[in-house]
């Protein structure tokens, strides 16, 4: 198609000399770019303003100047492809190529590159946040980026003829000293893709991982995962040790979480009356969620008390800490009011003198020695 409209515009430019078709040109470029700003993008713009979705009018908000710069440099990089003009300057054809026409290409090439990225990145934006399957969003718009600056370079190299084909065996080599001095950062960048594929987590999860740490998911980079904990601290974890970790995601696959709760009460408690009067606490929570139901599970007969586990629901795992202090509280408080007894472990020591063993002969000697009696003690211990 180009070489169709270079051949057009010499057979138009034939006769006509070259300072006429030079102006010709340039103006009829700028013309078009001036009325396509003015008329047909700003009339797009004002359009997309007012439609549902944001994502068109982002679209012509980016591509708005990789447009018009396209369109106004056309006109120069033309110039040095019709003959009429190239060979009735004082430059040569090769000269106005490297000092024109390439540099052209070049501004249209990162023009283009730079508009690109920034419509996947803002794209990326919009739809992190509206469910998991856009959980990719955050890797995929990382893996865009380096896509499109690998992909700019590449094509910036071919417009100024430069053969990548010795470059290759550099690159092979500066890609193997550089794979040993940078291995963690691309350790991080495909440990980050894996947790993507393994469905990890995402954005706004809860995790807790092996080391101990425990926060919520607040962003998901090339190199690091950051995590948002209850004291409000950020703490950076790197992708490749996520990945080698083992992470338990407290909001997968729902966000609520159950809550274990242990109580013990002594023995002789009337169980009945106990399990109802912790349901109805567990009911009058507002942070505990009505379905399921919580309840009661008589677990063990322990050596001090009845074990007992109340198990509740809350909408989130950030709840689970404030909902068991209320609930603790609560319990307490009724049991006082109630005379429910929260045992103890308790430990009755019994003294038995020496005349009183039934070792009858050793019990009367040491009787005898008054001042150098001994007591034996014995020890039981019970509730």
Not at 99 to 107: A, I
């Amino acid at each position: 198609m180009l070489d169709a409209l270079i051949s057009l515009l010499a057979a138009l430019f034939e006769e006509v000399p070259a300072w006429q078709a030079t102006l010709l040109l340039i103006g009829v470029s700028v013309g078009i770019a001036i009325l396509l700003e003015v008329v047909v993008l700003r009339s797009l713009l004002r359009y997309t303003s007012r439609t549902r979705t944001a994502y068109d009018h982002i679209l012509v908000g980016e591509l708005r100047v990789p447009v018009v710069l396209t369109v106004a440099l056309a006109g120069v990089y033309l110039l040095t492809q019709v003959p009429t003009i190239n060979q009735n300057v004082l430059l040569t054809s090769e000269q106005l190529d490297t000092f024109f026409g390439r540099p052209s290409l070049s501004v249209i090439i990162v023009a283009w590159a730079f508009a690109a990225n920034r419509v996947v990145n803002r794209f990326v934006e919009e739809v992190k946040d509206k469910g998991s399957r856009f959980d990719f969003a955050p890797v995929f718009s990382n893996v865009w980026t380096l896509v499109v600056f690998v992909g700019t370079i590449g094509a910036l190299l071919s417009v100024w003829e430069y053969s990548i084909t010795p470059l290759l065996g550099a690159a092979g080599v500066a890609g193997i000293a550089v794979g040993f001095a940078a291995r963690d950062t691309v350790a991080n960048f495909f440990g980050g893709i894996a947790l993507y594929f393994d469905d990890t987590y995402k954005l706004g999860d809860y995790i807790t991982l092996d080391s101990g740490e425990a926060g919520t998911v607040v962003k998901v980079g090339v190199r690091s995962t950051t995590l948002m904990m209850r004291d409000e601290v950020l703490i950076t974890v790197p992708n490749a040790a996520l990945n080698a970790a083992k992470v338990i995601n407290q909001s997968a696959p729902q966000r609520r979480k159950r809550l274990k709760l242990p109580i013990g009460i002594a023995y002789g408690t009337d169980i009945d009356e106990f399990e109802a009067l912790v349901l109805e606490i567990a009911e009058d929570e507002s942070l505990v969620l009505d379905s399921p139901k919580p309840r009661m599970r008589f677990r063990n007969f322990g050596d001090s008390a009845l074990e007992y586990e109340l198990l509740c629901w809350v909408g989130s795992p950030i709840r689970a800490n404030k909902t068991r202090h209320k609930l603790n509280r609560a319990i307490y408080k009724t049991f006082l009011e109630a005379g429910i007894e929260i045992p103890f472990p308790q430990r009755d020591i019994h003294v038995v003198p020496a005349s009183e063993s039934p070792e009858g002969e050793h019990s009367g000697a040491l009787a005898s020695g008054g001042a150098d009696a001994v007591e034996k003690p014995i020890t039981n211990d019970h509730s």
